[in-house]
């Protein structure tokens, strides 16, 4: 028979038939039985759905817009922000070998003294941070950075997010805000310098983008938001408040730019918080507000020139205020005042509560400490107190900073701190109930209260014989004229210092 006929006999025809129907049986059993295909109750089920095409045309349209802004502001950005390598020499005195010491170095010699080559050696390491263009003053460009990355440099190179790299020198630092600034000149006009914005309409939520050169990788972006603000406690005793971000900061980010979505450096990138010493969403920066001035100090006199009030605050909690008659205020406690400081000759005493200054509500100690120290010397400054339950306003002509006359205690009155005597107090250091007065808690060295005998743990029970049992008491009787004595408690027995008169 030909293939033709083979091809279209009914034997085969009714094979295949038989065929078709099996594997179409056992399709619509497997689709049957694994549910493919089948709708969920209540669903509407499609063949086919473009992802794209199921995202709201909206939505979709307003991430690409974000998506573009971060793009645009790292764009701008990146080039204003640079690498900062560093050499620092220190010097170590050579170690000594096993032998070097009396007597037997004087009888038999050194014999590991080299010759005599063991004088003082010079060390040298390496660090790397980050840096912000802020200024550019003719063909020298300005870069802000952290005193930790380059306060102690010998050696300063500056690179760009190009490539290019720079000798740089150091212009001025300052460790209390922990802040340098260097310079370079690479006869570039180019060179883009940095928008500062405004760091005090900051709040929390705002996005930010925290950028630099972490573990040395050049010019790395991240994102996040302002976790916080005014977070005090920064390393080194840091007297900034800070910007808390959950941007990732590592190693190598110290001295580099926060940005708002709008590109405007708010914040330097200083520390975090941190069990491993990577990031852990715990980074801080230094508000740019904080650094303004500091900018122009380091520029105009080398260094940052800072306000001098002349007092010694003290932090207060509520039983203590309460104790002093100052209630559930606002502000920070003046606990001693240095004589002949600008607060002194202004009429400001020991025991004074400051709630405003130059019409800002003063919210605490911190914040009064960077306040007064960005006051310009010999200006007045108009300070709002609260004093024996009373309000008063006070003028003060502030001056510059003088470390040699702010550390000077032997002019800060009275110099000591007392707290109320509480039944904790006199449990923990077993002071009889009735003992009347106030526990001085700290006695400061070279004071007036040191040199006329006090001591931490005494017991103050008067001032000039007249008995003090809280701390309006105490402060109301020490701000009076005359000489002052104080009579105390201490092991049980009554004592009286000698007399001070200031």
Same mark, same amino acid.
């Given at each position: 028979?030909?293939?033709?006929?083979?091809?279209?006999?009914?034997?085969l025809?009714?094979? =295949?038939?038989?065929?078709?129907?099996?594997?179409?049986?056992f399709?619509?059993?497997?689709a *049957?039985?694994?549910?493919?295909?089948?709708?969920?109750p209540?669903k509407?089920?499609?063949?086919?759905?473009?992802?794209?095409?199921?995202?709201?045309a909206?939505?979709?349209? %307003?991430?690409?817009?974000?998506?573009?802004?971060?793009? %645009?502001?790292?764009?701008n950005?990146?080039?204003?922000?640079? @690498?900062?390598?560093?050499?620092?020499?220190?010097?170590?005195?050579?170690?000594?070998?096993?032998?070097? @010491?009396?007597?037997? &170095? *004087?009888f038999?010699g050194?014999?590991?003294? =080299?010759?005599?080559?063991?004088?003082p050696q010079?060390r040298? $390491?390496?660090?790397? /941070?980050s840096?912000?263009?802020?200024?550019?003053?003719?063909?020298?460009y300005?870069?802000?950075?952290?005193?930790?990355?380059?306060g102690?440099?010998?050696?300063i190179?500056?690179q760009? =997010?190009d490539?290019?790299?720079?000798?740089?020198?150091l212009?001025?630092?300052?460790?209390?805000?922990d802040?340098?600034?260097?310079?370079?000149?690479?006869?570039?006009?180019?060179?883009?310098?940095?928008?500062?914005?405004?760091?005090?309409?900051?709040?929390?939520?705002?996005?930010?983008l925290?950028v630099?050169?972490?573990?040395?990788?050049?010019?790395s972006?991240t994102?996040?938001?302002?976790?916080?603000?005014q977070?005090?406690?920064?390393?080194d !005793? &840091?007297i900034?408040?800070?910007?808390?971000t959950?941007?990732?900061i590592?190693q190598? !980010?110290?001295?580099?730019?926060?940005? !708002?979505?709008? /590109?405007?450096?708010?914040?330097?990138?200083?520390?975090?918080? $941190?069990?491993?010493?990577?990031?852990i969403?715990?980074?801080?920066?230094?508000?740019?507000?904080?650094l303004?001035?500091?900018?122009d100090?380091f520029?105009?006199?080398?260094?940052?020139?800072?306000?001098?009030?002349?007092?010694?605050l003290?932090?207060?909690?509520?039983?203590?205020?309460?104790?002093?008659?100052?209630?559930?205020?606002?502000?920070?406690?003046?606990?001693q005042?240095?004589?002949?400081?600008?607060?002194?000759?202004?009429?400001?005493?020991?025991?004074?509560?400051v709630?405003?200054?130059?019409g800002?509500?003063?919210?605490?100690? &911190? @914040?009064?400490?960077r306040?007064v120290?960005?006051?310009?010397?010999?200006?007045?400054?108009?300070?709002?107190?609260?004093?024996?339950?009373?309000?008063v306003?006070?003028?003060?002509?502030?001056?510059?900073?003088d470390?040699?006359?702010a550390?000077?205690n032997?002019?800060?009155?009275?110099?000591t701190?007392?707290?109320?005597?509480?039944?904790?107090?006199?449990?923990?250091?077993?002071?009889?109930?009735?003992?009347?007065?106030? *526990?001085?808690?700290?006695?400061?060295?070279?004071?007036?209260?040191?040199?006329m005998g006090?001591?931490?743990?005494?017991?103050?029970?008067?001032?000039?014989?007249k008995a003090?049992?809280?701390?309006?008491?105490?402060?109301?009787?020490? !701000?009076?004229? /005359?000489?002052?004595?104080?009579t105390?408690?201490?092991?049980?027995s009554?004592?009286?210092?000698?007399?001070?008169?200031?």
């Open positions: 028979m030909s293939m033709q006929k083979k091809l279209f006999s009914k034997n025809f009714v094979f =295949n038939l038989v065929a078709l129907g099996v594997i179409f049986g399709v619509i059993a497997f *049957y039985f694994t549910g493919f295909g089948r709708a969920l209540g509407k089920a499609y063949a086919q759905e473009s992802t794209a095409a199921a995202m709201d909206s939505s979709y349209a %307003q991430a690409q817009a974000l998506q573009n802004v971060f793009r %645009q502001v790292s764009k950005v990146l080039p204003v922000v640079v @690498e900062i390598n560093v050499t620092e020499t220190t010097t170590q005195n050579a170690p000594q070998g096993q032998g070097n @010491e009396f007597p037997w &170095n *004087y038999f050194n014999p590991n003294d =080299n010759g005599g080559n063991n004088a010079q040298q $390491s390496h660090g790397l /941070g840096g912000v263009i802020v200024r550019k003053i003719g063909s020298t300005y870069v802000l950075t952290n005193n930790h990355v380059a102690n440099a010998s050696d190179k500056i760009l =997010n490539g290019r790299e720079f000798t740089a020198k212009v001025g630092k300052d460790d209390r805000k802040v340098a600034l260097v310079s370079f000149e690479p006869k570039d006009d180019s060179i883009p310098v940095a928008i500062l914005g405004d760091s005090n309409v900051l709040q929390v939520g705002d996005i930010t925290a630099g050169n972490p573990f040395g990788f050049v010019s972006v994102m996040g938001i302002v976790s916080a603000l977070r005090n406690g920064g390393p !005793n &840091n900034n408040d800070f910007i808390q959950d941007a990732s590592n190598g !980010n110290s001295g580099g730019a926060l940005v !708002n979505i709008r /590109g405007e450096v708010i914040g330097i990138n200083t520390w975090i918080a $941190s069990p491993t010493g990577g990031s969403g715990l980074g801080f920066a230094i508000p740019i507000n904080n303004k001035k500091a900018i100090d520029i105009n006199k080398g260094k940052v020139q800072y306000g001098w009030l002349g007092v010694s003290s932090d207060a909690d509520k039983d203590f205020l309460k104790d002093a008659g100052i209630g559930d205020k606002s502000g920070a406690f003046v606990s005042v240095f004589i002949d400081s600008p607060a002194d000759k202004g009429g400001m005493l020991p025991g004074d509560f709630t405003r200054l130059n800002h509500d003063v919210k605490d100690t &911190n @914040e009064l400490v306040l120290g960005d006051l310009p010397a010999g200006k007045d400054a108009a300070f709002s107190i609260t004093r024996d339950g009373k309000s306003d006070l003028n003060v002509r502030i001056e510059a900073r470390d040699k006359i550390t000077n032997a002019k800060l009155w009275p110099g701190i007392v707290v109320p005597l509480t039944d904790e107090i006199r449990k923990q250091f077993d002071i009889a109930s009735d003992v009347k007065g106030l *526990y001085v808690a700290q006695v400061s060295d070279k004071t007036p209260a040191s040199s006090l001591r931490d743990g005494d017991v103050v029970t008067k001032v000039n014989d003090v049992s809280n701390i309006r008491d105490f402060y109301k009787a020490i !701000n009076t004229k /005359g000489s002052k004595t104080f105390f408690e201490r092991n049980g009554e004592l009286t210092t000698t007399a001070f008169r200031h």
